[in-house]
């Protein structure tokens, strides 16, 4: 097995923490948030997937993607990732995007250092554990939102 194949599981086996949650959700979910906090299970899917697609366009170097990263444009929620079909088209897109330029990736090129604003200089490898960390973390609060968070009309689910 390659490096890159081996990278590839352990990024597929990681994101299923976040794809796992997103079956039987239901769109009246995407609007819940947990008490004290600022952000919806739908903003936590759309900010999923846009991180993913800035990944793979600035740190794998899949330059001909077009990201609008709107999450990440309004640092903060703005109630507008509601629609599930839309979400859920959305994040598979992410995945895909991100898996294609990660199939290309090398076995020399995981060494390959890049430097972002966001996290200094990492090699592509620890840029990938950065991207599973980040998935795995927002799907952790994910998963508690769906579970424990109020719905729109604020009201929270008896456990």
Known sequence: MSATEAY???WKEA???FSNLLEGLQEEDLPKKL???KNSAGFLIRHISDVELLF???VFGASAL???A???IAQRDTGEWTNL???MDYQIFA???LKSILEKVSTEDWLQTITTREFGTKTKAEALGRIISHTAYHAGQLALTIRYGSDATGRFPTV
């Open 8 to 10: 590839l599981q352990t």
């Open 70 to 72: 709107k999450t990440l």
């Open 56 to 58: 793979a366009k600035n």
């Open 95 to 97: 995945y895909e995007s």
């Open 66 to 68: 077009a990201v609008h």
């Open 15 to 17: 994101r299923t923490r």
């Open 35 to 37: 008490i004290n906090t």
């Open 85 to 87: 079909k839309e979400l």
